[in-house]
């Protein structure tokens, strides 16, 4: 145990359980993974009181709350969140000034005021509006407020009469808040938490003295740094400014540099400000991303004879076809995001359930998210819609392509039979318009898997068995290759509605 640890314990100055937690601190790694561990269990607690919490306002409110409920249950929540919140953050802030004390060889009553400072701060930042004072409960609020917000419009739009009898189709809903008030995020902002408070405690200590001229950035120096914090490594700082001076990015406030961050700092003197780092590690800035047009001509030239790579009814793709195919989807006209790109990848698709789609484009009516051409099969998305985007309006799109220009009329009469005009769907209230509509919604979910997967086979298990099928055996259900379902010479209609 630290000497003066043991000497304070024998004063009775502290017991002996107060000295094994502050001896803890003695041991960065530990001091660390014992904070992010405390603030972890608190925000994860937190947010799920909130979620329960604004779960009782909405059952309440029949599910529709006023525009004043809202306002008052977050205006609210700043209270509420940080009261769950404050007694895990004091112990950790606390703590790390005890340990910052004692490492600087400062008596007791020093620390004491030390950690008076420190409380003070805990309260004074995690309380303020401010916009600059990222981290702060509110600010933390006004994140989750504006996702909440986009999730329940989502879900009063789509979702909120799934499953009757099932609390509105309230888990649907759940499922949708999950990043919002989940343990990702409460990982998130500990680690976060944890780095702002380490260095807020070290700045109370040195601050005050006379000597520390500054302070030296210290990443994590390991490989998951990142082009943020790498070029930081070493970086000075005067001790009256609280930026530091990026290669490209100009000042910047930190550390915390970014959410998850993890770099600390060091304090500097005269002498030792101009000195390098003792570390053998060295930032290595990642390679350069390929310019678009480069890449756009090597895919070009990449791309196999089209008969290497039409599906068969057989369906047997390998993955290098399927990447050529979707090479070929991505390069007309360049009109198609890198996050669609991935949207499409992430799903797996058969090659037959994009074959015949000529392009994906972009427009600018917002009365809409995206459309498909039942002529053409061409496949339109709003124009920089964040919600066509989030809610992977591509995947529906493509499910209208396997059901209106792909599927076979056994294979259509046989999903016109389950979908019943799309009487049946519990998807979104936006399927029951029709069963073209109930196929796409339900082929979107069964895509994206994960619990919309779930969602779809507990709740309508025969849309789930259907499109199953047309996933597993498309060339039982979908025309050979190249072919499609020609609506000049038939109506439409009859298979959409």
């Known amino acids: ?24 601190q003695m041991d960065s790694a530990a001091a660390r993974a014992w904070a992010e561990a405390t603030l972890e269990r608190a925000n994860v607690g937190a947010l799920a009181g909130q979620q329960e919490r604004m779960i009782g306002l909405l059952r309440n409110s029949n599910f529709d709350p006023t525009d004043a409920q809202w306002r008052q249950f977050w205006h609210d929540e700043d209270a509420r969140l940080w009261a769950d919140l404050s007694d895990s953050y004091r112990d950790v802030a606390s703590e790390r000034a005890a340990a910052q004390a004692i490492i600087t060889a400062q008596d007791w009553s020093t620390w004491d005021l030390l950690n008076r400072d420190v409380d003070e701060w805990v309260n004074t930042y995690y309380t ?24 329940f419009l989502r879900w009063t739009r789509g979702g909120r009469d799934l499953a009757p009898g099932a609390d509105g189709g309230l888990p649907v809903l759940i499922g949708q808040l999950e990043p919002i008030f989940g343990p990702v995020r409460a990982k998130r902002i500990a ?12 700045r109370s200590v040195n601050d005050a003295n006379p000597v520390i001229t500054g302070y030296q950035v210290l990443t994590a120096a390991d490989e998951k740094v990142c082009p943020t914090c790498g070029p930081l490594q070493g970086v ?11 290669p490209t990015m100009g000042g910047i406030a930190g550390p915390p540099f970014h959410v998850s961050c993890r770099c600390d700092e060091i304090e500097a003197t005269s002498q030792t400000q101009g000195i390098a780092l003792n570390s053998s590690w060295q930032y290595k800035e990642p390679p350069p991303k390929e310019p678009k047009a480069v890449k756009l001509t090597r895919k070009l030239q990449a791309i196999d004879d089209p008969s290497n790579v039409s599906a068969t009814r057989d369906e047997t793709t390998t993955t290098a076809n399927a990447s050529n195919w979707e090479n070929r989807l991505l390069i007309r006209k360049g009109k198609y995001t890198a996050d669609i790109r991935e949207q ?26 995206g459309d498909y051409d039942m002529t053409t099969r061409g496949i339109r998305i709003a124009h920089q819609d964040r919600d066509a985007l989030d809610q992977r309006t591509v995947l529906h799109e493509i499910g209208h ?40 919604e339900a082929y979107r979910d069964y895509a994206r898997g994960g619990w919309r997967r779930d969602a779809l086979k507990e709740n309508e298990p025969a849309a789930y068995a259907f499109i199953e099928n047309v996933f597993s055996n498309p060339g039982k259900y979908l025309l050979p290759a190249g072919e499609y379902i020609d609506y000049d010479t038939r109506d439409w209609l009859l298979r959409y509605k």
């Open 1 to 24: 145990m630290n000497p003066l640890l043991a000497a304070l314990v024998a004063a009775g100055v502290i017991d002996q359980a107060t000295a094994e937690r502050l001896n803890r």
């Open 401 to 440: 392509n396997v059901h209106m220009g792909r599927m076979t009329d056994v294979a259509a009469d046989e999903w016109s039979a389950i979908s019943d005009h799309g009487k049946t769907c519990r998807v979104s209230a936006y399927g029951r318009t029709g069963q073209g509509e109930h196929f796409a």
């Open 236 to 246: 000075f700082r005067d001790k009256a400014s609280r930026t530091y001076q990026h």
């Open 344 to 369: 499409i990848e992430t799903a797996n698709l058969p090659l037959s359930h994009i074959d015949g789609i000529p392009e994906i484009s972009f427009f600018k009516d917002y009365s809409i998210r």
């Open 191 to 202: 680690v976060t938490e944890t780095t702002r408070i380490f260095v807020e405690g070290n």
């Open 128 to 151: 303020s509006p401010g916009l600059l004072d990222v981290g702060s409960v509110p600010n933390l609020n006004t994140t989750a407020r504006e996702q909440v917000a986009d999730a």
